[in-house]
């Protein structure tokens, strides 16, 4: 409409439609630059714009009827479907398939008709002189409605990632969709130019997609242990906080032994929280150490580092650390549990996919399922009853794994954990003692399917005779099967990400308290009472 007002009435048939741009940086893109200055032109901007409002007004009323009406699809909701991978309800509708779309669901008959409908009011709003007789008008829309079908098609959007073949809601296979759920504490060497430092972070937060429903991020001065972006769970704290004022004043350097001695009272003081907050479960917490290719570890410091790491593994069990080093891989490889899945190599010049190594693993750590009581100490706390959280998982090949570390049920005799979900969807939950990442495919799984039943868990003296140290964690995945029906049951709780999430409740029973120096303790008391009972023995057998 407003090609056709603008630019009809001097161009003609010359109309253009169609004026395409670029952003300032593809990794951290911030400025959106036209490749040529034209005040009257139809930007590319403008027409993705224009289709994606055509889409999403023609088929709104369609979705909230789907579910239920009522508001029960929020617009953030809408649009954040609609602008992901994953579709609004389906794969059938996002952005990345706006062209297709387009062409499928709208006529140039149905086009010619907004748009001339719209230039009416459009019309109304331009100065006097803007003044086109309704003939010159339809034949005005009509040029541009066959110039923008004939230049959509050449338009080059992004590719969808996957096809609505390979993530379909078909009963077929379907490929596990795994959302990330981490809290991750990025510490970074600030030594790292400012643009490469925050593209690093900049990256991990998108691509973890950091929000209420996944996680938070914090990013952390490699020297001092310096907090610049304090557990955010939204990427604009991330650009607002870590900007390149607070970046060149702060201390250049890397110091392991502060990181692991701060960072490590950070990670303590959250399991507190945990209790205050009466956290049942959630998030993984990784820690993510990005030193410069100079930094070096001090011979004087590694006893210490590896003392504070041991005692971290006991009394943060579920914490992780791992390094991406631009350096040699080895360098750091005994300060990690498993040195060939937590150390990434880090490419300045292709960033992009050193972190998408770095998230890949990130996927692949279980969530947590703890006693909030035991705190960061382990020696307190009391045995859980009827404690429980809520996870959502997506309905269409959404899968998410969970961890229960030794350290919560060392001593328990009678713990049980309770899956259940009222969406009316089947899941497929699966457990192992073994296998990190459960489902059908090792013969230490357990599976069953579960519908409008509960999956329990039993955790009856799991550890037998074993030390805690070497008593396996339980793992257990739980999945959305594949299935061609719609429940008509959507999730209207706040803490939904999307509508058509399945909600599903994790409770727990019997849940206790372990630490690894309690465990030393007790096994000291243990041979102290022994001790003590054969002194008495041999006393009376002499006398």
Not at 253 to 274: E, K, N, P
Request: net charge neutral; proline share 3%.
């Amino acid at each position: 409409a407003e090609v056709a007002l603008l630019q009809g009435p001097l161009r003609n048939s010359q109309m253009r439609v169609g004026l395409n741009g670029g952003w300032n940086d593809s990794v951290v893109p911030r400025y959106y630059f036209l490749n040529e200055d034209n005040k009257d032109a139809m930007t590319d901007t403008d027409i993705r714009g224009s289709i994606d409002g055509l889409i999403i007004g023609s088929s709104a009323q369609t979705w909230s009827n789907q579910m239920g009406g009522g508001g029960r699809m929020k617009l953030s909701q809408l649009l954040d479907m609609y602008y992901s991978e994953r579709g609004v309800l389906s794969t059938n509708v996002r952005a990345c398939q706006r062209t297709t779309q387009f062409n499928s669901m709208f006529t140039p008959d149905q086009i010619m008709q907004q748009s001339y409908a719209f230039s009416g009011v459009l019309e109304l709003e331009l100065p006097p002189a803007v003044n086109v007789e309704d003939a010159g008008l339809q034949n005005f829309n009509s040029i541009a409605v066959q110039k923008l079908i004939s230049y959509v098609a050449t338009m080059q959007d992004n590719q969808c990632s996957f096809g609505s073949t390979t993530y379909t809601n078909q009963g077929g296979q379907v490929s596990k969709i795994v959302t990330p759920g981490v809290h991750l504490y990025v510490v970074m060497d600030f030594s790292f130019d400012y643009l490469d430092a925050v593209r690093i972070a900049s990256q991990l937060a998108e691509k973890l997609e950091v929000s209420r429903f996944t996680g938070n991020i914090s990013v952390i001065n490699a020297r001092d242990a310096t907090v610049v972006v304090n557990s955010t769970n939204t990427v604009l704290d991330l650009y607002a906080n870590f900007t390149r004022d607070n970046y060149t004043k702060s201390q250049r350097g890397f110091d392991l032994a502060r990181i692991v001695r701060d960072v490590g009272g950070i990670l303590q003081a959250r399991l507190d929280l945990d209790n205050l907050l009466n956290v049942a479960g959630g998030p993984a917490t990784v820690v993510l150490i990005v030193p410069t290719s100079t930094a070096v570890v001090n011979d004087n410091d590694r006893n210490y580092i590896y003392n504070r790491l041991n005692d971290l593994k006991k009394n943060v069990p579920d914490a992780r650390f791992m390094f991406l080093n631009p350096g040699a891989r080895d360098k750091f490889s005994s300060f990690v549990q498993d040195s060939s899945k937590d150390i990434f190599t880090l490419a300045l010049t292709d960033i992009p996919t050193s972190v998408d190594s770095v998230v890949t693993r990130l996927k692949e750590i279980p969530r947590r399922i703890i006693n909030p009581t035991c705190t960061s100490t382990f020696n307190t706390g009391t045995t859980t009853s009827n404690l429980a959280f809520r996870t959502y998982i997506e309905p269409v090949g959404g899968a998410q794994y969970f961890r229960i570390h030794p350290n919560y049920f060392f001593r328990s005799s009678g713990g049980t954990i309770r899956i259940s979900s009222t969406s009316g969807r089947t899941l497929n939950i699966c457990q192992s003692r073994v296998n990190i990442l459960p489902g059908n495919n090792s013969q230490s799984d357990t599976c069953r399917q579960i519908t409008s039943d509960a999956y329990q868990i039993y955790i009856n003296n799991a550890c037998g005779d074993s030390a805690l140290s070497s008593c396996n964690p339980f793992y257990i995945s739980i999945s959305v099967v594949p299935t061609t029906a719609t429940s008509g049951i959507y999730c209207t709780d706040d803490n939904c990400r999307y509508p058509d999430n399945i909600q599903v409740d994790i409770r727990q029973d019997g849940l206790t308290c372990a630490s690894g120096a309690w465990s030393r303790l007790t096994n000291a008391s243990v041979l102290l009472v022994v001790s003590a009972l054969l002194h008495q023995l041999l006393v009376v057998y002499n006398s």
